[in-house]
């Protein structure tokens, strides 16, 4: 067996521990856990998620750093995915990585609630910034609009990602469940396993609000936006057109991704909360959680590598070649294709309302 008790080898033994009463009777709860050999493995996933996390989300945000093409209205939210990522690394799984290699949590109840709260926070904000990505690729696809690139929207949408993120995060700190220790012990979430109808309302509100809503929201963006770019394909084939669908399936990427990181970990986290106790054992626990910290890692190679725009600026930084206006250095807004469909469709033809398909919002070559 790859766990035995927390008694045996790894139990939170603080009866000499300084700290104050409420952290002793905290942590001297027995929970089951994994072996030692099977902490070697936590700390070997964790230590490569947390290294790869950062690196591969500071690359990104040097390129943003670097190349004034890239500062474009839509990549803010790009930016904004990839800054609460590199904040997970940097901040949450270097706490649980730490915590792996001695095989129990080391920072208390405050450290608990401190981990809990920045991994829930930085979580949801890439959910909704995915989901606002989600919708802005579907109106800029769908509606018809002459003016110039606008910060003003996206920007507004980096912060409201961040102020709806708060408003669901911060109950727990104020008495509405709580945060606790989860899976092997060396991490800490939402107290999935408290049995009061105040923590399950929580839950089921932190379900529907900051997982499934928005994963409706996006599958029903992408299914209409599918829609109507099979429509006008059928009217005309261009290059513009191409470039579209290379964008969509870029970003159809990352949210499948996303879900196929979170969704795991919320069925186990429901099982755990609505399932006969001792239901998820330590390891069912352990590997989702590695699977949704690891979106960390998966985000910025889906930017750099399927998005041409982040792919030439990659390459000019990693051969060190000195940025021109013609492959990426220029401030101009890019060119990209923006259609307004008609509602009615005559004889399985749609008819377009506009034939300027050369709006200029974003380049993807």
């Not at 099977?38 to 996390?53: P, Y």
């Not at 408290?194 to 997982?211: D, E, K, M, V």
């Not at 889906?302 to 013609?326: D, G, H, T, V, W």
């Amino acid at each position: 067996m790859i766990y035995d008790l927390a008694d045996l080898n790894y139990s939170y033994n603080v009866s000499d521990d300084p700290f104050s009463l409420l952290d002793r009777e905290w942590s001297d709860t027995p929970k089951e856990t994994l072996s030692r050999t099977g902490f070697i493995v936590l700390s070997v996933f964790l230590g490569l998620i947390m290294t790869f996390g950062f690196l591969n989300n500071f690359v990104v945000l040097l390129l943003f750093c670097k190349f004034k093409k890239l500062r474009t209205p839509v990549n803010m939210l790009l930016l904004n995915i990839s800054v609460s990522d590199m904040l997970v690394c940097m901040f949450g799984t270097t706490l649980s990585f730490t915590s792996s290699i001695k095989g129990k949590w080391l920072l208390g109840r405050h450290g608990c609630l401190w981990y809990g709260f920045i991994n829930s926070c930085f979580g949801i904000v890439s959910l909704i910034s995915l989901v606002v990505l989600s919708y802005d690729r579907y109106s800029t696809l769908t509606l018809y609009n002459k003016r110039g690139p606008d910060y003003r929207k996206p920007l507004l949408a980096v912060g409201g990602s961040w102020l709806y993120s708060i408003f669901w995060t911060v109950p727990p700190l104020l008495g509405w469940s709580s945060y606790d220790l989860e899976g092997a012990g060396t991490s800490c979430s939402v107290s999935w396993t408290l049995r009061t109808a105040q923590s399950h309302a929580y839950i089921i509100c932190l379900f529907i609000f900051c997982l499934g809503l928005p994963i409706v929201i996006m599958v029903y963006c992408y299914c209409r936006l599918l829609w109507a770019v099979k429509q006008v394909g059928k009217i005309r084939r261009t290059a513009a057109r191409r470039r579209e669908y290379h964008i969509l399936f870029m970003v159809l990427t990352t949210v499948v991704c996303y879900i196929l990181c979170w969704m795991p970990y919320g069925v186990v986290a429901m099982m755990a909360t609505f399932g006969r106790p001792g239901i998820i054992t330590p390891v069912a626990a352990v590997v989702p959680s590695l699977l949704a910290k690891s979106s960390t890692v998966i985000n910025p190679l889906i930017y750099i590598l399927m998005n041409k725009q982040f792919y030439r600026c990659f390459l000019i930084l990693i051969r060190c070649e000195r940025p021109s206006a013609e492959n990426g250095q220029s401030s101009m807004p890019s060119k990209t294709t923006a259609i307004q469909l008609s509602r009615r469709v005559y004889s399985n033809t749609v008819a377009c309302a506009s034939t300027d398909w050369c709006n200029k919002l974003w380049d993807v070559q």
